[in-house]
Every structure is written in structure tokens, then in C-alpha cells.
């Protein structure tokens, strides 16, 4: 009913950037929030950074000044610019949609949906 896919995750520099984006397709009512969320193995899955339906955003302490979350609307597609990447960033990161959508038999409903995750690995 609604498939979440994260894309541009790659080897990057220390220092470098890289603009990971997260698309939503199916039947999508609203959006009530999208995130990024980031996790390493041993680790638990780590909140990075949110965005609500009315465009206000949150950011994780480690992350602030270094990262922006944004959404194309139109296109139902979240996207995270990380700069001044660090090792420490070295993580798979999953794309999170909140989203009122259709069932099967016609009612709404609010779910919560995971894209598959995408790496990212900051190393020289």
C-alpha cells in the first residue's frame, strides 16, 4: 500500500558531504512526519533528524549544524544533506514515513512505514 525507498547512501571523505533521499509511493493521504534514522551494529537505531507536515525541524545534538532534513512535497520524497561528515557518521541510515493511507477495504488509517536503509561509510 505504501513502499519507502532510500537512495544515495555511499563511501565518502571525512569532511565531504552527501544527500541521501527518501521516497514514498502509494496511497498517501497526509503525511504526518517523515524522519531519518541512522543505526550501527551492537547499536540501537538512532533518531537523527524529523520533519513534520508543517515544515519544523529537529536534529539530533551530534548532528546539528552539519546535517538539513527537507521534503519535496510534490514528490513525497525526503531528503537529508549531510556535511562535514564524520567517521563517527558511518552508519546505515532509514528513511521513516508517517502516513495516513487507505486499506484495503476502505478505511484509514495512520501507519508507520521503513524504507530498507541505505549505507553510508565516512572513511579516508
Known amino acids: 500500500q505504501v513502499q519507502v525507498v532510500e537512495s544515495g547512501g555511499a563511501l565518502v571523505q571525512p569532511g565531504g558531504s552527501l544527500r541521501l533521499s527518501c521516497a514514498a509511493s502509494g496511497t498517501i493521504l497526509s503525511i504526518e512526519r517523515m524522519d531519518w534514522h541512522r543505526q550501527v551494529p551492537g547499536k540501537q537505531r538512532e533518531l537523527v533528524a524529523t520533519?513534520?507536515?508543517?515544515?519544523?525541524?529537529n536534529y539530533a545534538d551530534s548532528v546539528k549544524g552539519r546535517f538539513s532534513i527537507s521534503t519535496d512535497i510534490a514528490k513525497n520524497t525526503l531528503y537529508l544533506q549531510m556535511n562535514s561528515l564524520r567517521p563517527e557518521d558511518t552508519a546505515v541510515y532509514y528513511c521513516?514515513?508517517?502516513?495516513?493511507?487507505?486499506?484495503?477495504?476502505?478505511?484509514?488509517?495512520?501507519?508507520?512505514?521503513w524504507g530498507q536503509g541505505t549505507q553510508v561509510t565516512v572513511s579516508s
Open positions: 520533519i513534520s507536515s508543517g515544515g519544523n525541524t
Open positions: 521513516q514515513a508517517i502516513i495516513k493511507t487507505r486499506g484495503r477495504p476502505g478505511s484509514d488509517y495512520i501507519g508507520s512505514y
